[in-house]
């Protein structure tokens, strides 16, 4: 995480796939989906939104296979942000909505030393909509969370 955020993205993914490989060999549900979320977010960062959004999925089916609100709602704020990076806005406003209301639902709202990603997508999506209909998207992503989620290849 340190290394993405530092800006070593080969780095960050080098050391998250291995991590990753290791969660998956040791079976732990929870560390796997934090690591294909790291991974998303460095796919993002690197300009691959595709590989992004597939890693971002890949932790949001396994999150929810878990049944771990948090873990879903990390998902949900990565495909925000591949939303953001392919100039849709709206769907990253809404996406973000219905991530903070799966944190809310368990009383676990990101911390503000995780806030990073979360406020890197809402700047895009408050740049590109103006503060007025970025709040509205994230509000209906809050109120109507299923209306936020990208349909199967998106």
């Known amino acids: 995480m340190v290394a993405r955020r530092t800006g070593d993205l080969a780095g960050a993914e080098e050391h998250m796939r291995a991590v990753l490989a290791w969660f998956r060999d040791a079976d732990y549900g929870p560390g796997t989906t934090l690591a294909l979320a790291e ?11 595709d590989r ?3 890693l971002h999925r890949e932790g949001l089916a396994a999150a929810r296979a878990l049944g771990d609100v948090r873990a879903v709602a990390l998902a ?4 925000a942000g591949t939303a953001a990076a392919a100039g849709e806005p709206e769907r ?4 973000l909505g219905a991530a903070d209301a799966a944190r809310a639902s368990v009383g676990a709202p990101l911390p503000p030393a995780e806030r ?3 406020d890197r ?33 998106n």
């Open 121 to 153: 997508t809402w700047s895009t999506c408050l740049a590109a909509l103006g503060r007025r209909a970025a709040e509205a998207a994230f509000a209906l992503g809050a109120t109507h969370p299923s209306e936020a989620e990208p349909a199967a290849g």
């Open 92 to 95: 990253a406003a809404r996406l």
């Open 52 to 54: 992004a959004r597939a």
């Open 76 to 79: 949900l704020e990565g495909l």
């Open 39 to 49: 991974l998303g977010f460095t796919a993002e960062l690197r300009g691959d939104p």
């Open 116 to 118: 990073h990603d979360v």
